[in-house]
């Protein structure tokens, strides 16, 4: 009978919790032919577009979305020519801080474990303000594999420390 009590308080409070859904429901997303497993606090949508990057014409793919008034997405594009990594992972700071209107950035740790070495990976923290004049802050992190190269990014008014950390963090370069 004990048993019993136990296992319908159980039902109940599972019931209970159920119902409230956190702000924050990580997930771990694999986006086709990155080669990469990203940690997504929210179901993201899929975009892709050609853009000029490092003077070349190529396909950018997006995963994004957002939870509790943050936005989260990463960008992926195959560069096909090792040589352009460098230039196009400079490009995609440069345009970050340029969408914010940033005119300077503070220079964060990041060592992604898997990441093809290269002096123009890095991960930023800048501030400057959305089409509709409100204030905004910004991370991104660059980098690449081969010539693949990724942006990750985070923005919102504020950013949470432990969110943001673990975003980050959750990044994960397949072999």
Partial sequence: MRFLRVAAAAAFAAALTAGCSPALDWREIRPEGAGLVVLLPC????????????GQVVQLSLQACSADGLTWALATADMADPALTAAALGELKASAMA????????ALPFDLAGATPNAASGRLEMAGRLPDGKPVREQVAVFS??????????????????AVEGFFVGLRVLP
């Fill in 145 to 162: 594999k081969g010539t693949r190269v990724f942006q990750a990014t985070v923005v919102g008014a504020s950013l949470p420390a432990e």
């Fill in 43 to 54: 179901k993201p949508s899929s975009y892709a577009r050609k853009v000029r990057l490092a």
């Fill in 99 to 106: 969408n914010l209107g940033a005119t300077t950035s503070t």
